[in-house]
């Protein structure tokens, strides 16, 4: 059975950094495209950025482009998200997964002073 895990969210200042990793176990990681997303409160779910099978082909959405960056471990089977310079508008539950219906439990990334 697929399943992902995300983790490393947390309280952070304006302008402080966060990386959040993702788990992925039950599937073949290396073969798959892996993306992250976010779902701030209120919101509809939104994609953040995309990664393909071997790393070369990486994709933002324009929100967080220059701030954030994406990168994945397939001998180890994760998936990062390295964010910089964050913005109170970041505040969001973080999911990953191969597609947005197959994403895991989320971490709360809050950002306030």
């Known amino acids: 059975q697929a399943q992902v895990a995300e983790s490393g969210g947390g309280l952070v200042q304006p302008g402080g950094s966060l990386r959040l990793s993702c788990a992925a176990s039950g599937f073949a990681f290396r073969d798959f495209v892996m993306q992250w997303f976010r779902q701030a409160p209120g919101k509809d779910l939104e994609w953040v950025s995309s990664?393909?099978?071997?790393?070369?082909?990486?994709r933002y959405a324009n929100f967080v482009k220059g701030r954030f960056t994406i990168s994945r471990d397939n001998d180890r089977r994760i998936l990062y998200l390295r964010m910089n310079d964050l913005k109170p508008d970041d505040t969001a539950v973080y999911y990953c997964?191969?597609?947005?219906?197959?994403r895991g439990q989320g971490t709360q990334v809050t950002v306030s002073s």
């Open positions: 997964g191969k597609i947005r219906d197959e």
């Open positions: 990664i393909s099978s071997d790393g070369r082909e990486i």
